[in-house]
């Protein structure tokens, strides 16, 4: 061979270690981050169950003691009719006003709402028996 060329095989030589040995550096480096990131997220998430943990069983301890201040606030809302459509079932006990499937349930006695003026089973909260 030539001279040149043995120059050249050299260079390749020495170019091709030198991109080993980056290569090798390179894999240690991000190996080597990797593992500090999982080890940090690790102790990061083992100190943030801490604190959740802490919170539930303060949410628990608070829902633990009832007074009876909490139970005198409704839990649902009575519908009410809309004055436009049904006019005769404002301020009826017997107003449902639930959709059930699609289709709006007014009450037992007129499931589609009474179609007159006033109703004649309409019963107030002072109807009662």
């Not at 040149?4 to 090798?24: C, M, P, S, Y």
Request: aromatic share 12%; proline share 6%.
């Amino acid at each position: 061979m030539e001279e040149w060329q043995n120059e050249i095989a050299a260079a390749f030589k020495d170019f091709t270690a030198l991109f080993d040995e980056f290569g090798r550096e390179l894999t240690d480096f991000v190996e080597e981050v990797t593992t500090e990131a999982a080890e940090t997220l690790n102790l990061q998430w083992d100190e943030l169950k801490e604190v959740l943990t802490e919170i539930w069983q303060e949410l628990e301890l608070e829902f633990e003691e009832s007074t009876p201040l909490q139970w005198d606030i409704p839990l649902t809302t009575r519908p009410m009719p809309d004055p436009a459509t049904h006019p005769a079932c404002m301020g009826c006990i017997n107003y449902n006003g639930t959709v059930f499937g699609g289709n709006l349930l007014i009450c037992g006695m007129y499931p589609y709402g009474c179609n007159t003026d006033t109703c004649p089973d309409w019963e107030g909260e002072n109807n009662l028996n």
